[in-house]
């Protein structure tokens, strides 16, 4: 690995750092390790690597820690970690799962026992509801969701749960209603550590405007997680997570746990992801500014009968939070289309250039069809609870000529 060069840029780190040709036999960029043990310079190397792999001891500065074995660690995990943790504002390691959810079932089981409580945001992403409200209370943990936006609310559950997990995922899909992550963690933080648990700790899943538009550690989180299945990889043809943290203990009881359940990310995929992580910010900006263009378009639309878009709140509270935490508003958008679900169903059957698909953050666009689709399984005080109507229709706007998608969305528009 590299050395650390602190001083740059986050465009230009993430195409120094975390990997050195030398050990590729001078190719420029990485190679794929597919190996899935390695060989021991010594047996007092070995006996060395196995006593750090197994949290006995903690590697000197600049010490050599022999590979051991590729479910705990292998070259193309490492050199991901290094170059994607610059892109997340804040942070000091990555750790590479092989799915979103990995990355959050894996972060859950680190710091939940029997008898801890997780706060929760809703909507939240449909696995996450799963495993947080019919999974998790199998082994004793309870869980409490809070509506996406309602701050106050929010404070008072932390403040009554004592919870051990504060998991925030803003903004909400399909929504886009934003959620406070300055004032959660500051709720948090102020809770006495003589509750017992301590801090609660705040998770925030950033996979819909980060890396580039929001910086939850920087607002106070302890833990960033991720699809990157989404924007980080960005075709649509990986499946992969990630969890980044500035606190190396927290990273530290995470990482053991992913040695335990065996669910780190393989060579390849790490390959794959990493060739991705220098356009990412390119990719989301261009996509961003897309979604603006059209999104304010066709808010005028006569079918168009809401738009959900950050430059478009109207609620005064939202305004100000998407100013004073997002950089920019994002590729996402969420609409209601005339003539509830069948208008919605003859808008998606209309298009020609968006594709009728769930999954967000490619560099196509994607469109669907939450109530029947990504949120099907709500009960209808949760579609109410989180404005998934009839006649909504999320789209993922991708990199294609702006221009094309609007008259592709506004031909479908007159279908309806
Ligand atoms: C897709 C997604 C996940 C789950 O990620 P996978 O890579 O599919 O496991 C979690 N959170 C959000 C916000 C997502 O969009």
Known sequence: ??????N??????????????????????????????YVFSSPEAAERAFDVVSDRAQPLPGEHIDLVYSRLNHPNAEILEDQVTPLEHGAGSALVFNSGMAAIMTAMFTFLRPGSTVVYTVPIYGGTQHLIRDFLPLWGVTGIPVPAGAGARLDEVIRAASPTVVLIETPAN??????????????????????????????????????SFQHPLVCGADMVVYSATKYLSGFSDMIAGVALSADPEVMRQVRAK??????????????????????????????????????????RHP??????????????????????QCDYPGAMFSMEVRDSKRGAFDF????????????????????????TTTHSGFTEEEFRVAGVTDGLVRASIGIEDWRDLLGDFEQALNCV
Not at 1 to 6: A, G, I, L, N
Request: charged share 25%; hydrophobic share 35%; proline share 7%.
């Open 8 to 37: 740059l840029r986050p465009p230009t780190e993430v195409l120094t750092r975390g990997f050195d040709p030398k050990l590729s036999v001078g190719s420029a960029r990485p190679a794929v390790f597919r190996s899935s043990t």
């Open 303 to 324: 079918n168009v009968l809401k738009m959900n878009y950050p430059t478009l709140f109207a609620d005064e509270e939202q305004r100000s939070i998407f100013r004073s």
């Open 1 to 6: 690995m590299s050395e650390h060069k602190s």
């Open 174 to 211: 399909p929504t886009l209603t934003m959620t406070d992550i300055r004032r959660a963690c500051r709720t948090a933080s102020a809770l006495p550590a003589e509750n017992g648990r301590g801090r609660p700790l705040v998770i925030v899943d950033n996979t819909l405007l980060g890396p």
């Open 258 to 299: 992913r040695n335990l359940f065996g669910n780190i990310l393989q060579p390849d995929e790490c390959w794959m992801l990493d060739g991705r992580l220098p356009t990412v910010s390119l990719r989301m900006n261009r996509a961003s500014k897309n979604a603006q263009r059209i999104a304010e378009q066709l808010a």
């Open 348 to 371: 998606l059957r209309s298009l020609r250039i968006a594709r009728n698909a769930v999954s967000l953050g490619g560099v196509e666009t994607l469109v669907c069809h939450p109530k």
